[in-house]
């Protein structure tokens, strides 16, 4: 199946910007194939805890982490060319983030869950990869500060969702809700768009 | 029920608390009303996946999540006045973690967890939102730093579980439990009531 | 059995090596007890958890808190002493590396899950306390950065299934595996073995 294709070259793309992110953290080879890993798999494996659903995937496929070491370990050695590169990886990680996010909502839609929950689960396989990378490389989330990220998790989500509650079938709607949600990534990254930060209180002590 | 009625109030002011944390972490706000999520939801979430108690909270009555994210963007858009309610949020906040404790045990013993697990689940419900909310934060967690914050949660999931050992009703306990911890940790505060810390060993190194 | 007594000694080293941390980012008595408990018994209930596997251990015994809270305060009175028993702490960390991998292996054997899985149960085992350790003192966790600690456990969960998988019962294969681990840990140490750590590109922004 075509999201199966595509779950692979997207957890291959999470789990090099685990890597590149290890890297600047002077992890050893050890590190950045474990952060990898974790980048690609982690957003799954929490979604399916929360869930109470087992096995998990990679669990039950152990062949995955051949993809998500293979591509670590790939990232880690093409690091100095990762400026070039930068155009397609962005694009390889906004498929990731969609397709991470479709297969979550089918996940939680296959456990009959309630469907507000069936988007969120979409946003926790799609950002709880990178969440873990960014508190294993000890920084603030960059998810939770800037970008348009998060947020077209919760639109692809949410149109997916939509478009099977107006009575089309997961297969078309996975059609079109992964494309749309690429363009709107693409479209994100292209103008800069983000969500507002407030200011923090002056006076805030704590 | 009454503690129903508590909890909502107390995850809107763990809610409130995780958002002008991440304020501070300049989070946008999307990541306001993420993290307010954790802070609220994360204690319960963590106490029924170490239970494998299914499905979690927040999964069965996604409307907790309004609650939540009301009162993250609530918070951020006050935030200029925090100081003011400084006093009424510290209230709130001890109201929160008695109400977290003492629906950790419920939960706890429902599930027939030996007694010295019916209080430690009290207090992972009580305190684990906040340590997640400060490792989103990047700062090692407030409640194990200082403050007479989890002993607050430990002694009064002891008061309550003695209370039902000794043949009062559960609803009974509750209504002596609450109020006890809520003074507890208002006295605590109020004479900055702590534990030792041990100083390091200044030879320490690895 | 022997294992079980190993499990008791490991247990109470990964809590006092825990402790010890947790003094350095000066936590308070609660503080040290819980992140020697989170230590010792992370990457058990973390495997656990990914697995499905109820009731996690300590939840079933409970009387194994009483050996990481009494190691934990053990280990903090003791420690202007610590770098006496350095020696003596480093073994008891080797043995606590290798008998939680043996163990996890060991549990996720019994859960039936592909060969695979089983060594990696075991890692996860041997190293999730320590990262759990390392992320909750704000700091990026040594396993990933130096070091041959989680290839000893990976080592030594291929050489316990390996032994199985070539007809030797289970118990023989603990007492091949469990002192080959500890050799290979401190051979490492005295030699200080480490894997390749990759150049970060010198042009990577994000």
Chains 1, 2, 3 share one sequence.
Not at 63 to 70: P, R
Not at 152 to 161: A, E, I
Not at 175 to 199: N, S, T, Y
């Amino acid at each position: 199946m075509l999201l199966t294709a595509i779950y692979l070259v997207a957890i291959a793309a999470e789990a090099a910007s685990g890597a590149l992110m290890g890297m600047r953290r002077r992890m050893d080879l050890f590190g950045i194939c474990f952060i990898g890993t974790v980048t690609a798999l982690g957003g799954g494996s929490v979604r399916d805890m929360l869930l109470g659903h087992y096995p998990l995937g990679w669990v039950a496929h152990p062949e995955y982490l051949l993809f998500t070491v293979g591509a670590a370990i790939a990232a880690a050695l093409l690091a100095r060319h990762a400026h070039r590169l930068h155009g397609i990886f962005l694009a390889l990680d906004a498929l990731g983030l969609v397709a991470f996010t479709v297969i979550g909502c089918n996940v939680a839609e296959s456990a009959n869950a309630p469907l507000a929950i069936v988007v969120l689960m979409g946003l926790v396989t799609g950002i709880f990869g990178g969440l873990a990378r960014d508190v294993l490389c000890n920084q603030v989330p960059l998810v939770l500060r800037r970008d348009f990220y998060a947020s077209v998790s919760l639109l692809t989500g949410l149109l997916y969702v939509g478009l099977q509650r107006g009575g089309i079938a997961p297969g078309h709607a996975t059609l079109v809700a992964v494309p749309a949600g690429c363009v709107l990534r693409l479209v994100a990254i292209r103008f800069r768009l983000g969500l507002p930060v407030f200011a923090p209180p002056g006076d805030a002590k704590k």
